[in-house]
């Protein structure tokens, strides 16, 4: 049972407009969420975070939103740069849990057209 | 700061050798470890993750198995490697204080294949 989903395995921008990666969850304990930015052959490095309690939270050109009703969270990045290009994974947690697990999405390969 | 050290970063391997993937992590005590897989174009799958020293939990039942023989020292292992084991090992770390949301680090990872 997937808690976490990204349904688009890949996604195409143009440089220099807004690429949104989305992301799904089932889990309504769910109460962290984190976005990761992996290239090939390296370890995940985290991009951004939200907290359940808020709704939006930025960072440079990074946005993540969190829509709790519709179970949903996406990344927005403004403006894409080449660099951008990479696999994007979300993952959500639970506070309470006492293994303090992320759970992760599938994740999204997003490719930055010159 | 705290860093995290995984190596090898590269390991090709025989059939039915056997592995031994260390990690190690700096300044920070306490802490959370996983070991996780990414196989060719999938997710992240977690494999261990340890909330202490000695203290192990398995996700997946496999061909591997961890173990947590000091605070900040986490190391994945197997006795005989079957061809199923090749993929990119990852470790990585979170903070041990409870009810504390933090995100997670990881490692440089190991790219292993056996042949």
């Known amino acids: 049972d997937q808690q976490v989903k990204q349904n688009s395995p890949s996604l195409s921008v143009q440089e220099g407009r807004i690429s949104i990666l989305n992301c799904d969850y089932t889990?309504?304990?769910?109460?962290?969420f984190l976005w990761y930015k992996k290239y090939p052959a390296e370890g995940p490095t985290f991009l951004i975070s939200?907290?359940?309690i808020k709704d939006k939270n930025e960072d440079g050109r990074f946005t993540v939103f969190l829509n709790k009703s519709a179970k949903h969270l996406s990344l927005h990045i403004v403006p894409s740069q080449p660099g951008d290009s990479a696999v994007y994974f979300c993952?959500?947690?639970?506070?309470?849990?006492?293994?303090?697990?992320?759970?992760w999405g599938a994740g999204t390969k997003l490719i930055i057209k010159p | 700061s705290q860093t995290i050290h995984q190596w090898p970063a590269t390991l090709v391997q025989p059939v039915g050798s056997p592995l031994s993937l260390e990690c190690t992590v700096e300044?920070?005590?306490?802490?959370?470890l996983y070991w996780y897989r990414q196989a060719a174009g999938r997710g992240l799958q977690l494999l261990f993750y340890?909330?202490?020293?000695?203290?192990i939990s398995s996700e997946v039942p496999q061909n591997l198995s961890a173990s947590r023989p000091q605070d900040r020292q986490f190391i994945l292992s197997s006795k005989k490697l079957l061809l199923s084991d090749s993929g990119f090992y990852l470790c990585?770390?979170?903070?041990?204080?409870?009810?504390?949301?933090?995100?997670?680090?990881f490692g440089q990872g190991t790219r292993l294949t056996v042949v």
């Open positions: 990585a770390w979170r903070t041990g204080k409870r009810l504390l949301n933090t995100e997670a680090f």
């Open positions: 300044g920070t005590s306490n802490p959370n």
């Open positions: 340890s909330v202490g020293i000695g203290q």
């Open positions: 889990n309504s304990m769910f109460d962290y």
């Open positions: 939200i907290s359940s």
């Open positions: 993952a959500a947690s639970r506070t309470m849990d006492s293994n303090y697990q992320l759970i």
